[in-house]
Each structure stands twice: as structure tokens, then as C-alpha cells.
């Protein structure tokens, strides 16, 4: 993807999946059936995914107009189970907004 903010975008959908999939999935499995492998997985994948969103988040920051005030609160988002679902249509608008990048 050229545009950074639309990488973003994916991955923070992705880490917001990760982040349901650890609570809802690999939790239960943990507690009530006695399977700590399955959180150590998704935690795993989980982690990679949130520090990749970072560097994302911080290379929109660098590659574009972006006010530090929009990149806290799409960084707030991230650590709330359901807000990257609910801002996503906002990172959209942002991402069109985005000049895009030379490969």
C-alpha cells in the first residue's frame, strides 16, 4: 500500500481482531479449560501486531499532516476492544485525505 494511513487502517483492524480474538477466545480457553497454550499463541500475535501498529502509526505521523491529537486518539482506540471498529469510517476519510507515498 502507498498510502500510510491506509496500512494503518488494515493494521489496526487486524490488532483490533487479535485483541478480541485474546479476551473472547484464547482467555476462556486459558481459565476454563485449562489450555495456556492457546494465550501464549494469540498473545504472540497479538503483541507483533500492536508493535507493527505502532511503527505505523508513527510513520503516518512522519509522512504526513497528521495533528499529534488525531494520533493519540487513534492510539487510545487501539487499547479499547471495540473503538477501532467504530473509528475505522473517520481513518478512512483520513486516508483519502493522505497524499500518497513513491514506492
Avoid: C
Amino acid at each position: 500500500m502507498k498510502n500510510p494511513v491506509s496500512f494503518l487502517r488494515s493494521v489496526a483492524l487486524l490488532e483490533a481482531i487479535s485483541y478480541l480474538a485474546l479476551l473472547f477466545i484464547a482467555m476462556p480457553l486459558k481459565y476454563a479449560l485449562g489450555m495456556p497454550l492457546a494465550v501464549k499463541i494469540v498473545g504472540a500475535v497479538h503483541g507483533g501486531l500492536f508493535v507493527v501498529f505502532g511503527f505505523a502509526l508513527l510513520r503516518v505521523l512522519m509522512t504526513t499532516n497528521w495533528p499529534f491529537s488525531r494520533a493519540v486518539l487513534v492510539f487510545i482506540a487501539s487499547l479499547l476492544p471495540l473503538v477501532p471498529f467504530f473509528i475505522d469510517r473517520r481513518m478512512r476519510a483520513w486516508a483519502s485525505e493522505s497524499p500518497q507515498t513513491p514506492a
